[in-house]
């Protein structure tokens, strides 16, 4: 699994090595624990950008992937599953990075390179009224629209019941629709 994305997970082997309070674990170790977090990486790292932003999204993962490994003997699977523990990870060290700063939209991050257009300016809008939203709010749609889960699985990675992340998702949308209505006034 080394070179997924741009954080190559030897970084993980090294903590291996290390393991928990300066014993050693083996090279296994890590590399379960790689096999372990691969197939959820690519929610990891939509999840990490979007919330922090591209320039920070790898310090992201790598500060949820240094706090996974050292709690992973913590996850229990009748609390959810793999991803759910994982991307709950990444939103917590996402939030960290970015307490007290203000997220920017550089428009070059918006449609792969170009800087004109009405596709950017609506990805701009939109971008710009789900920071508006409530923190809930916006986590919710950020998981279900922009990392693709399940309502369940919003509601497992959010620690609320299901029922409410719907809720959240609808009164979340209908303060979208209201922002956008608003700016198009």
């Not at 959820?40 to 979007?50: D, F, K, N, P």
């Not at 003997?73 to 523990?85: F, L």
């Amino acid at each position: 699994m080394q070179g997924v994305g741009t954080i190559r997970f030897v970084e993980i082997g090294r903590l291996g090595r290390i393991g928990r309070g300066g014993g050693r674990a083996s090279g296994a170790d890590s590399d379960a624990f790689d096999e372990w977090v691969a197939p959820h990486w690519g929610a990891m790292r939509r999840l990490a950008e979007r919330l922090a932003g591209r320039d920070d999204r790898d310090d992201v993962l790598q500060e949820a992937l240094l706090a996974a490994w050292s709690k992973r003997e913590s996850y229990n699977v009748s609390r959810g599953t793999v991803q759910s523990w994982l991307l709950g990870i990444v939103a917590n060290q996402a939030r960290k990075s970015t307490r007290g700063r203000r997220r920017s939209y550089p428009l070059n991050d918006l449609d792969g390179g170009g800087t004109t257009g009405p596709a950017v300016h609506v990805r701009l809008d939109v971008d710009r009224a789900i920071v508006r939203l409530a923190s809930r709010q916006r986590m919710a749609v950020e998981l279900f629209y922009f990392v693709g889960l399940s309502v369940r699985e919003v509601a497992d990675v959010m620690g609320i019941a299901e029922g409410t992340a719907k809720s959240t998702l609808a009164d979340a949308r209908e303060r979208l629709r209201s922002y956008l209505r608003d700016d198009y006034k």
